[in-house]
Structure formats: structure tokens, C-alpha cells
């Protein structure tokens, strides 16, 4: 992701908005039961190896939306990919995110995605649209 929305600060998650199809997407793609609580989170992120980080460290914004984050400061994903060197691929769930990687670690060299986003600001693709993209994930979690 870009940076966490305003609802996934209050609740201490990411996509906890409940209009967010981050959960609804994964969970189908999986063919498992969606997973309500954090720690039910948690648990499916580690069955199927999936890490979870925001490119943006720190901002200033108005709102949820990735296009009101001014003053970016980029999380260090390089050192990431140092300390964890079994990451194997990077999904964007935004352009912006896509974007933000391009313009500061596009030297790196990791496959990486760009996945249609499952803010309920998208609109543009319906669910299964989605779904169809996000299935390259599974290219790299067997």
C-alpha cells in the first residue's frame, strides 16, 4: 500500500476500512473464509507468506486518499529487502505506491505488480476485474 487510511490508524491494521476489498480479494483468491479479528489477519498473511508494508514512512494529508499525501518521506525498502531476502516479488495495491517505488527504488532488482486497488475510491473495475489481476499473486506464493 501507499499509506495507511485514517481508519486503519484508529483500528491499528491495514485495510480496515470496511469498504475495502483487501480481505474480501484475498480471501477469494484463497478460496478461505474472510478473516474478521487482527490476529485472524495475521494468521492468513503468515499461511501464505505474504509481508505487508507501506511505501510511505510519513506524509501529510486532508484524507484517506493517495492523492492528497504531500511531504513524502519513502519506508526503506531497500534495507527491507536486505534483512528479508526471501521477498521474491513486490505488489502495489495503488499506482501511487508503484509510483513512489519507481521514483526512489527502481535500481533494485525484484519483480514487481502493480495490483488494481481495493480502496472503495476504485471503481473503475468491478470485483472479479480485480480478483483476475490479483490472481498473479498466487504466481509467487506457491
Known sequence: GTFPSIKSFEDNFYYSHPKNQFWKLLSALFEE???TTISQKKQ????HKIALWDMVKS?????SLDS?????????????????PNIQA???TGRKAQ???KTHFSH???PSFYLPSPS???RSKSFQEKLKEWSKLKDYLR
Open 33 to 35: 473464509s474472510f478473516p
Open 44 to 47: 492468513f498473511l503468515k499461511k
Open 59 to 63: 506524509c501529510s494529508r486532508e484524507n
Open 68 to 84: 492528497s499525501l504531500k511531504n513524502i518521506t519513502p519506508n526503506d525498502i531497500e534495507t527491507l529487502l536486505k534483512n528479508y
Open 90 to 92: 513486490i505488489f502495489f
Open 99 to 101: 509510483e513512489i517505488f
Open 108 to 110: 533494485l532488482d525484484i
Open 120 to 122: 472503495p475510491a476504485m
